[in-house]
């Protein structure tokens, strides 16, 4: 018995010297690894590539402050209409000039670009929108990290991309950029490519974003929330359904969270990164240059007990592109292009269809096409949330509502017919109205009077509002620029 109980404590004591051993040895790895993860930190401090980013770091250190987000409001007061009652069709006055359609381009030819992926030999490659792209990336700006996952981890970042030799990559992308005509929001998503390329983790790839975005003079905030990085724009114009935060009476906005609800509470510093003064602009005055993909659609419709038809070539890449917006002021999307390409196919047709005839009768076409053509669907119900459409979208997309039908009506009489036309907006409805010599239902804008025109209104004419609508004082009107 005895030497049973002398093996028993012979075995516990090895065993406790085994476990403090492992310990120890547990201990030591992690204190290795550890202060390897300092040293590489410590050693990226050493030195700032740009003389701005000492006086920011300061900032990053100082304790933030905690703000409060607030959603900005809804397109609409309230809700559009579910369905819309067509009106009786009648006969249309025949008045004005003969019209003659002028095209720049010779009638379409049935064809579709197909493109052969581009072999990039760089850090990274990826797709963007159709467009083969490849880019080189510094070991140490791939090292960066957020942690701790605190203030410190992002002063921790930031103090590694600084020190690397990022420099190349932010030339790469204004190069890119430049090359392929991107807009503001474009370019956005080109930086948030690359950062998506470059880091797994969703707060890495923000803290990247907003580091280039800075670089390129682009007035963004990050903050903190739940421990999560929270990347913040600036926008003069309001960015509907999206939370904000406002900094000196200057609005950021949280659009990762757009239709999404609330960003809630973020803790971050005040002061603007040196020289990052430029805000989000959402305007698209010209369309990206990415490379085409080609679809083919035709559209269907009646008037007056005969069938027409319109067929077209869109470019999928485009359309991808412009499903990303967050929701713009309406200025945005009545005054952005349409790929020349597809506006020439349209016009064709339509063409075919109204020269020789006087202008009340073609324009009154056109506003039938674009009622009947596209079965009426409110956003809530074919998208899950709102969202306006781009002219180029609204041809796509066989369900529309009321904005995006007077968006594409707007640019084809403005581009067919070389009229003013305005956007009416209503509470809970849009139209449209020209300026044109006729009679009928009208708006005063400044001394001119606009004739409705409701692309919504099935059957109706030039001059006839909704009955609902008549005696209604609009909301706003929307510029369309010529």
């Not at 005054?335 to 047709?349: G, K």
Request: charged letters at 25%; aromatic letters at 14%.
């Amino acid at each position: 018995m005895q030497q049973i109980k002398d093996g028993e404590q012979k075995w516990y004591r090895l065993f406790g010297l085994f476990n403090l051993t492992l310990l120890l040895l547990l201990s030591s790895v992690c204190s290795a690894s550890f202060e390897d993860f300092k040293r590489k930190q410590d050693q990226s401090f050493a030195k700032y590539r740009d003389e701005r980013d000492a006086s920011f770091n300061k900032y990053l250190k100082v304790q933030w402050d905690e703000y409060t987000a607030k959603e900005s409001q809804p397109l609409y007061e309230k809700q559009k209409p579910k369905s819309i009652t067509p009106t009786v069709q009648k006969e249309l006055k025949s008045v004005g000039p003969n019209v003659n359609i002028k095209l720049l381009t010779p009638p379409k030819i049935s064809t579709k670009v197909v493109t052969t992926p581009v072999s990039i030999k760089k850090d990274i490659n990826f797709v963007f929108f159709g467009q083969h792209l490849g880019f080189d990336v510094a070991a140490n700006v791939k090292n960066a990290k957020f942690y701790p996952y605190s203030q410190s981890g992002i002063v921790n970042f930031f103090d590694a991309v600084a020190s690397s030799e990022y420099d190349d990559l932010v030339r790469e992308i204004k190069s890119t950029s430049s090359r392929l005509e991107l807009n503001d929001w474009a370019l956005y998503l080109l930086v948030m490519e690359v950062s998506n390329n470059i880091f797994e983790n969703q707060d890495d790839r923000k803290l990247l974003t907003w580091f280039i975005l800075n670089k390129l003079e682009y007035n963004v905030k990050i903050g903190l929330s739940s421990k999560h990085i929270v990347l913040m724009h600036y926008s003069e114009k309001i960015i509907y359904s999206t939370p904000n935060y406002s900094f000196d009476n200057k609005k950021f906005y949280v659009i990762s969270n757009y239709a999404k609800g609330s960003a809630g509470r973020v803790y971050t510093y005040k002061q603007d990164y040196p020289d990052a003064t430029k805000p989000l602009n959402l305007e698209l005055k010209v369309l990206p240059k990415f490379i085409e993909d080609k679809r083919k659609k035709t559209l269907g419709f009646k008037q007056y007990g005969k069938e027409y038809k319109i067929s077209y070539f869109y470019d999928q890449n485009l359309i991808d592109f412009m499903a990303t917006y967050p929701q713009a002021d309406y200025e945005t999307y009545f005054n952005a292009p349409m790929q020349e390409s597809t506006y020439e196919d349209i016009a064709q047709d339509i063409k075919q269809y109204i020269d020789g005839k006087q202008a009340s009768i073609a324009i009154n076409f056109v506003l039938s096409f674009v009622q009947k053509a596209f079965k009426y669907e409110r956003d809530n119900q074919q998208f899950g949330r709102e969202k306006v459409m781009f002219a180029e979208e609204t041809i796509f997309y066989d369900k529309s509502d009321c904005e995006d039908r007077a968006i594409l009506f707007s640019y084809l009489v403005k581009k067919l017919f070389s009229i003013n036309v305005i956007g009416v907006k209503y509470k809970d409805h849009m139209a449209t109205a020209l300026y044109v010599p006729m009679k009928g239902d009208s708006v005063k804008v400044g001394r001119r009077r606009y004739i409705i025109a409701d692309p919504t209104f099935i059957n109706a004419n030039i001059g006839q509002s909704m009955p609902k609508y008549r005696s209604v004082i609009p909301q706003s009107f929307i510029v369309v620029k010529k």
